[in-house]
Protein backbone atom coordinates (compact mmCIF):
# COMPACT_ATOMS: atom_id res chain seq x y z
CA UNK A 1 0.00 0.00 0.00
CA UNK A 2 1.67 3.37 -0.90
CA UNK A 3 1.82 6.30 1.71
CA UNK A 4 2.68 10.17 1.00
CA UNK A 5 3.17 11.19 4.18
CA UNK A 6 4.01 15.25 4.05
CA UNK A 7 5.37 17.13 6.93
CA UNK A 8 7.11 20.56 7.34
CA UNK A 9 4.15 22.86 7.21
CA UNK A 10 3.36 25.97 9.70
CA UNK A 11 2.60 29.61 10.44
CA UNK A 12 5.12 31.95 9.71
CA UNK A 13 5.24 35.87 8.61
CA UNK A 14 5.63 37.01 5.09
CA UNK A 15 9.10 36.77 4.17
CA UNK A 16 9.88 33.62 5.70
CA UNK A 17 10.96 29.86 5.25
CA UNK A 18 9.54 26.87 5.05
CA UNK A 19 10.71 23.51 4.29
CA UNK A 20 8.14 20.47 3.76
CA UNK A 21 8.93 17.26 2.70
CA UNK A 22 7.16 13.93 1.54
CA UNK A 23 8.36 10.84 2.56
CA UNK A 24 6.82 8.13 0.43
CA UNK A 25 6.30 4.44 1.44
CA UNK A 26 4.83 1.47 -0.55
CA UNK A 27 6.25 2.43 -3.85
CA UNK A 28 9.26 2.24 -6.11
CA UNK A 29 10.56 5.73 -5.60
CA UNK A 30 12.41 6.71 -8.69
CA UNK A 31 9.55 4.92 -10.82
CA UNK A 32 7.52 8.26 -10.16
CA UNK A 33 7.77 12.05 -11.20
CA UNK A 34 6.89 13.73 -7.95
CA UNK A 35 5.06 16.61 -7.79
CA UNK A 36 3.90 19.68 -5.21
CA UNK A 37 0.23 20.74 -4.93
CA UNK A 38 -1.79 23.59 -3.11
CA UNK A 39 -5.20 24.27 -2.24
CA UNK A 40 -6.49 27.36 -0.51
CA UNK A 41 -10.51 27.22 0.47
CA UNK A 42 -12.79 28.16 -2.34
CA UNK A 43 -10.27 27.17 -4.81
CA UNK A 44 -8.88 24.53 -7.08
CA UNK A 45 -6.01 22.02 -6.16
CA UNK A 46 -2.85 23.85 -8.21
CA UNK A 47 0.28 22.69 -8.98
CA UNK A 48 3.08 24.45 -7.51
CA UNK A 49 6.30 22.31 -8.35
CA UNK A 50 7.26 18.72 -10.13
CA UNK A 51 10.93 16.96 -10.40
CA UNK A 52 11.48 14.17 -12.93
CA UNK A 53 12.31 10.78 -11.78
CA UNK A 54 16.17 11.73 -12.05
CA UNK A 55 15.86 15.38 -9.99
CA UNK A 56 17.26 16.38 -13.35
CA UNK A 57 14.12 18.68 -14.53
CA UNK A 58 11.87 20.49 -12.63
CA UNK A 59 9.11 23.03 -13.14
CA UNK A 60 7.42 25.80 -11.08
CA UNK A 61 4.38 27.72 -10.98
CA UNK A 62 5.00 31.21 -12.48
CA UNK A 63 4.06 32.73 -9.22
CA UNK A 64 6.50 30.66 -7.30
CA UNK A 65 9.55 30.62 -9.37
CA UNK A 66 12.74 32.10 -7.75
CA UNK A 67 11.41 31.18 -4.28
CA UNK A 68 10.72 28.06 -3.85
CA UNK A 69 12.96 25.15 -4.82
CA UNK A 70 11.92 21.54 -5.62
CA UNK A 71 14.58 18.72 -4.55
CA UNK A 72 14.31 14.78 -4.22
CA UNK A 73 16.29 12.25 -2.02
CA UNK A 74 15.60 8.74 -4.04
CA UNK A 75 17.84 6.78 -1.65
CA UNK A 76 15.69 8.46 1.17
CA UNK A 77 12.37 8.03 -0.74
CA UNK A 78 11.73 11.35 0.09
CA UNK A 79 10.62 14.99 -1.87
CA UNK A 80 11.37 18.42 -0.02
CA UNK A 81 9.83 21.86 -1.40
CA UNK A 82 12.00 24.76 0.13
CA UNK A 83 9.49 27.62 0.12
CA UNK A 84 11.45 31.12 1.02
CA UNK A 85 10.55 34.49 0.91
CA UNK A 86 6.78 33.29 1.51
CA UNK A 87 3.70 35.80 1.04
CA UNK A 88 0.17 35.09 2.21
CA UNK A 89 -1.18 34.42 -0.91
CA UNK A 90 0.93 30.87 -0.69
CA UNK A 91 -1.50 30.07 2.27
CA UNK A 92 -3.18 26.40 1.44
CA UNK A 93 -3.06 23.11 2.13
CA UNK A 94 0.03 21.65 0.59
CA UNK A 95 -0.28 18.02 -0.74
CA UNK A 96 2.65 15.90 -2.72
CA UNK A 97 1.74 13.77 -5.31
CA UNK A 98 3.68 10.70 -7.18
CA UNK A 99 2.77 9.42 -10.81
CA UNK A 100 4.19 7.01 -12.78
CA UNK A 101 6.95 8.42 -14.48
CA UNK A 102 5.45 6.42 -18.06
CA UNK A 103 2.47 8.72 -17.69
CA UNK A 104 1.01 11.33 -20.43
CA UNK A 105 -0.64 14.45 -19.32
CA UNK A 106 0.39 17.70 -18.08
CA UNK A 107 2.44 17.86 -14.85
CA UNK A 108 1.12 20.24 -13.65
CA UNK A 109 -2.40 18.08 -13.58
CA UNK A 110 -4.13 16.84 -10.66
CA UNK A 111 -5.46 14.07 -12.43
CA UNK A 112 -2.51 12.96 -13.74
CA UNK A 113 -1.30 11.70 -10.09
CA UNK A 114 -2.25 8.73 -8.47
CA UNK A 115 -0.83 8.77 -5.26
CA UNK A 116 -1.74 11.57 -2.91
CA UNK A 117 -0.32 12.83 0.98
CA UNK A 118 -2.73 13.66 3.33
CA UNK A 119 -1.32 17.60 3.40
CA UNK A 120 0.05 19.83 5.23
CA UNK A 121 -0.98 23.41 6.50
CA UNK A 122 1.05 26.41 5.02
CA UNK A 123 -0.19 29.58 6.75
CA UNK A 124 1.36 33.30 5.94
CA UNK A 125 0.20 36.58 7.45
CA UNK A 126 1.67 39.75 6.91
Known amino acids: QVHLVETGGGSVQSGGSLRLSCTASGLTFDDYVMGWFRQAPGKEREGVSC????????YYLDSVKGRFTISRDNAKNTLYLQMNSLKPEDTAMYYC???????????????????WGQGTQVTVSS
Open 51 to 58: ITWTGRNT
Open 97 to 115: AARPIYSSGSYFSPVSYNY
